[in-house]
């Protein structure tokens, strides 16, 4: 299923980042914002559904194909983080084979 969803990179990116949406049967139902570390190592900026389509799965589906497209693209790590408070997002990442690594100098006070 998750080949139904197809990234469409934004011509606009620049330098070491992209930005991309999401498409489902034509339709745009989110996007997100890749920055390249390194040739092997990609950093998730940020990421979103479209409200009307949460809840449904598509997350999971959109965040596989875009690990396909890394993957295939060479990157060997991804990574992302968020704020401490974010519940949700911790969730999403986690559920989707990401791995609670520490907590980053920005959010410390």
Same mark, same amino acid.
């Given at each position: 299923?998750?080949?139904?969803? $197809?990234?469409?990179?934004?011509?606009?990116?620049?330098?070491?980042?992209?930005?991309?949406?999401?498409?489902?049967?034509?339709?745009?139902?989110?996007?997100?914002?890749?920055?390249?570390?390194?040739?092997?190592?990609?950093?998730?900026?940020?990421?979103?559904?479209?409200?009307?389509?949460?809840?449904?799965?598509?997350?999971?589906?959109?965040?596989?194909?875009?690990?396909?497209?890394?993957?295939? $693209?060479?990157?060997?790590?991804?990574?992302?983080?968020?704020?401490?408070?974010?519940?949700?997002?911790?969730?999403?990442?986690?559920?989707?084979?990401?791995? *609670?690594?520490?907590?980053? *100098?920005?959010?410390?006070?």
């Amino acid at each position: 299923q998750e080949n139904e969803i $197809k990234l469409v990179w934004h011509d606009e990116s620049k330098g070491n980042h992209q930005v991309c949406d999401f498409m489902l049967e034509a339709q745009q139902i989110g996007g997100c914002e890749v920055h390249y570390v390194s040739e092997t190592v990609a950093y998730l900026r940020w990421i979103y559904l479209n409200d009307d389509v949460q809840n449904k799965g598509l997350g999971s589906r959109c965040m596989n194909r875009l690990k396909f497209e890394l993957k295939e $693209k060479g990157c060997t790590r991804f990574d992302t983080d968020t704020a401490l408070n974010n519940d949700r997002a911790q969730h999403y990442y986690e559920k989707n084979g990401f791995v *609670r690594e520490g907590i980053t *100098r920005s959010y410390e006070r």
